[in-house]
């Protein structure tokens, strides 16, 4: 079952892992119920319900014949308590947590260490670019010194070169004049 985003490590070149995880979800819930207008009590109206005349008897008297002979006449209003009509109010509030974790650790040790693994690639190969680019700065500042070209001082550039000197080849010749006297 999942409960939500799963949290995922990723350490390159195809590592991801996933590890034990928390959830906590505070949640809060407020409900009102209330009635507009609002009164203590209300009035329902009582009908005549009265019913005399309509038919007679065998004797020829008369008697009700089931309808109301004064249909829709108000006889009074009856007041009722409106208890049930209050205003209510609620709030709820709490905390979900859900606390996950593997079944297989084979599983999340294999990646665990597969993840040092790809780490220590990861630096190796930083430290393998680094290397690159101190060899390529140290041959390119050796070719412009070779070639006469200077870094001026006030350059940005001229800390790049500032530590790379010439030296003179192994079991180089260098041009150079001897003087002959003639006596």
Known sequence: MNQGNVVTNHYGGNIICQGPQLT???FSTFGVNYRKPF?????TPVYDPTDIVGDFDDS???IGDG???NPGKILYYQQNYSGTNKDSYALNTGISATFSIPLDRTLQKQCKEAASTQISIQKQTL???ELDWHIARVRECGKLKQ???LIA???AFFNICKDVYLAPKANQILPHKH???IK
């Open 147 to 149: 070639e006469g070209i």
């Open 179 to 181: 003087e002959l006297k």
């Open 153 to 155: 001082k006030t350059s």
């Open 67 to 69: 309808t109301p002979d």
């Open 127 to 129: 430290k393998n670019k």
């Open 24 to 26: 906590i979800s505070p």
């Open 39 to 43: 009164e203590h009590t209300y009035e």
């Open 60 to 62: 020829g008297n008369a």
